[in-house]
Structures are given as structure tokens and as C-alpha cells.
């Protein structure tokens, strides 16, 4: 697929995960599939507009094309649609057509094929310095919190919560992650045995996506 071409084949363009996170969600296409950018489109009083779905980091154009089809998916869009936020992968240029403002994001990937200790040693201060306090606490992970007791957890905890339908994306996607043995929870408790705080991961395409957490 145009998505597993890509140098960057992130999860969050693949079809069974759109499904999940933007119900109905369309995309341009050049050619045979030769590219591909998907679409979320939202209408409000007659008005058609673009916006990030949640959950998904990054989207934009896949396979990566050359700037001259960037301007042709762009220039589509910006005729088509009154108000655009949207969140393009890294392989897109910064050149850009005009009506674009644009600005650039951190985007952390940790290379895993490291051993843990080398790993470790680029940890920040602040980071080791919170671990070793989660070790002098005897605080335990464990793999394998069930969907409703983090779901649960994640209301309690959080103090910016998430929208009912937000919650109920989120419902879906570590429904299907785990049972496709593709997502993971992990669960923090304390030495009392109490949970203090858990992530959903999702692993994809050779990566593992930490896609949410509450504590």
C-alpha cells in the first residue's frame, strides 16, 4: 500500500485504523494509489473543514511525493475547504503554497535496538531521578490492565478529561488493539497495591506508539 511504501509508515494512516479514530474519512488520490492522503472532514452550517483526528499524530501524504504533488494536494484543499488544522509526517516539504501558515513540531522517537543500559544512559536527570524514586517506593509495572479498569482509571485520574466521544474512540482503539495482539497496557501500583498510573501502546509497522496514558 501506499502507506507501507512510505519512510515513515505511520499506523495512523493505515485504513483499519481511520476506521476506528474518523468514521467515514476520505482521502485524495494520485493515480493507481501511487499517493494518498487522508482526510477528515467535518462540516458545521454548510461549511466543509479539515481537522487532525484525535489520536492519530500525523498524517499528510504517503508514499513521500516530491513538492510539486505536495502543491497539487494542497492547492485541492485549499479550494476546497473554508478552515484547515492539520498535522503533515515529516517527508513533506517546507515549501508550501500560499494561505498556509505552517509550523513545525518535536516529534521524539527512541531507537530501540539498543540495549536498555545504553538506553538508560541518555535518560535526563529528572528522568533517572523519578525512577529511582518509583524503586525506592516499590512501585511495580505490570503488562496487561483490562479496557474497562483503565478506562475507568483514566476518568478518575485525569484532570483534563477527554470527551465522551474522545472516550469512546479511545474504547475502540485498545478494543482492537488488543485483541489483534497489536496494543498493550501497562499498569503502575504502588507498594499498597493501589494504581497509580498506566499507557495504551500500539504496535506497528515496526514501532510501538505511545498513544495514551493517565496517572
Not at 6 to 18: E, H, W
Not at 133 to 157: C, P, S
Request: aromatic letters at 12%; a neutral charge; glycine letters at 4%.
Amino acid at each position: 500500500s501506499c502507506v507501507a511504501r512510505s519512510v515513515v509508515p505511520l499506523m495512523y494512516a493505515q485504513s483499519d485504523y481511520l476506521d476506528l479514530i474518523s468514521p467515514g474519512w476520505d482521502a485524495l488520490i494520485i493515480g493507481d494509489y501511487d499517493f494518498i492522503m487522508p482526510l477528515n472532514i467535518r462540516k458545521k452550517i454548510g461549511i466543509n473543514f479539515l481537522l487532525q483526528p484525535i489520536f492519530a499524530q500525523q498524517h499528510g501524504i504517503f508514499p513521500e511525493a516530491t513538492a510539486s504533488v505536495q502543491h497539487i494536494f494542497l492547492n485541492y484543499i485549499k479550494e476546497h475547504f473554508m478552515y484547515v488544522a492539520i498535522q503533515l509526517n515529516p517527508t513533506h516539504s517546507v515549501d508550501i503554497p500560499d494561505g498556509f501558515q505552517l509550523s513545525q513540531h518535536t516529534n521524539f522517537i527512541l531507537n530501540l535496538t539498543t540495549t536498555y543500559e545504553e538506553l538508560k544512559n541518555n535518560y535526563s536527570k529528572h528522568t533517572r531521578r523519578q525512577i529511582r524514586k518509583a524503586e525506592d517506593n516499590k512501585v511495580v509495572v505490570i503488562k496487561g490492565l483490562q479496557t474497562k479498569e483503565y478506562l475507568d482509571f483514566k476518568n478518575l485520574a485525569t484532570e483534563n478529561k477527554l470527551s465522551k466521544p474522545s472516550m469512546q474512540t479511545l474504547k475502540r482503539l485498545i478494543e482492537y488493539g488488543t485483541s489483534h495482539g497489536k496494543g498493550m497496557i501497562y499498569a503502575a501500583y504502588s507498594h499498597e497495591n493501589i494504581l497509580c498510573s498506566a499507557a495504551f501502546f500500539l504496535v506497528a509497522e515496526q514501532r510501538v506508539t505511545y498513544l495514551n496514558a493517565a496517572s
